[in-house]
């Protein structure tokens, strides 16, 4: 099989390279999976870069999600059968196959191949970002930057379908129609007077939630948007200067600070908090409720030009990978 391999840390251009391997057979309460699709996240570019908060041990093959049908089961496993569609949470999804405990591999309903595979990245933190930090009402509004990422798009859809309103800050305008239609209330193009214009937009009425994959100057403007008691999440960054708050903002307007990273999250969640989670998300992303834009689709062989793609600015979605096209 092929396997997208790093032996060092880098540039992903000059570190990432396919290689031939023998697939693992699978040994008790495992199974074997062949990978149909699999994202490339910022995350994943991050860890290759070395720049994550979490390094794997080398040689390894990046990819944290996909999704695969499985092609062989070891023995005792009973869950899971031949040819059923699974997510693949085990990592390494850059290959066309992958071997890893039968618990590892989520059962899937008939639905888009490629939307499955995106299942937790980008819906599982837009749901945890509006779930856990505030106790959000029908009709409130959350702030947000990056919002055409894939998170930030998550983010609309999930807000409509609860009834939340969301005020989206982007960087170019001629996504704002494509966010509208996704169910944004209102979109503005960057951060000057941001606290200005989100209470024209929402006729002054208090922001309690605001969330942030950018960081830099427009983390403190995002302070500013807020309503007295308001938490900001960070959860990505972009801009690599510190971001900066006033000290004022946490005194006298009591404003929480908090990150949020997924990853952890997974480390410390119950079982029964995953299970919920996936009970929640798999529904809407098979169904088409809930859906992420793909720019482009490459083979394992053109992983050079589809790192390039998915770290270039001006892609529309997540570019993907297809290992067994």
């Known amino acids: 099989m092929k396997a997208i391999t790093y032996n060092q840390m880098g540039d992903p251009g000059d570190v990432l390279r396919v290689v031939e391997a023998s697939p693992r057979r699978p040994g008790p309460g495992e199974v074997r999976v062949e990978v149909l699709s699999a994202p490339i996240h910022n995350a994943d570019v991050l860890k290759v870069m070395g720049l994550y908060g979490r390094s794997p041990a080398l040689p390894a093959t990046p990819g944290g999600e996909g999704v695969g049908r499985v092609v062989e089961v070891g023995e005792g496993v009973t869950r899971l059968a031949e040819g059923a569609t699974v997510f693949i949470s085990t990592g390494a999804t850059w290959a066309q196959q992958v071997t890893g405990p039968a618990a590892a591999f989520v059962p899937l309903p008939p639905g888009d191949l490629d939307q499955l595979a995106m299942l937790v990245s980008s819906p599982a933190t837009a749901h945890l970002l509006l779930s856990d930090f505030a106790d959000l009402s029908e009709g409130d509004w959350v702030v947000q930057t990056a919002a055409n990422s894939a998170v930030g798009s998550a983010v609309i859809q999930l807000a409509k379908a609860r009834g939340l309103r969301t005020v989206n800050v982007v960087r170019r305008a001629e996504v704002a129609p494509d966010l509208e239609k996704l169910g944004a209330d209102v979109v ?17 009425a208090p922001v309690r939630l605001a969330l942030d994959a950018v960081g830099g100057p427009g983390f403190a403007r995002l302070v500013d948007a807020l309503a007295m008691g308001g938490t900001l999440v960070s959860y990505s960054q972009v801009v690599l200067e510190p971001a900066a708050i006033a000290p004022a903002d946490l005194i006298f307007k009591q404003i929480t600070v908090k990150g949020f990273w997924l990853s952890q999250w997974f480390t410390e969640a119950s079982d029964a908090d995953k299970q919920a989670l996936f009970g929640q998300l798999v529904p809407l992303v ?17 992983i050079t030009e589809a790192v390039a793609r998915a770290m270039g600015g001006r892609r529309n979605g997540k570019v993907m990978l297809h290992p067994n096209p």
């Open 286 to 302: 098979a169904s088409g409720r809930l859906t992420l834009a793909v720019d482009s689709i490459y083979t394992l062989d053109r």
């Open 188 to 204: 503005l193009v960057g951060t000057d007077d941001l606290a200005g214009r989100v209470a024209e937009a929402t006729g002054g």
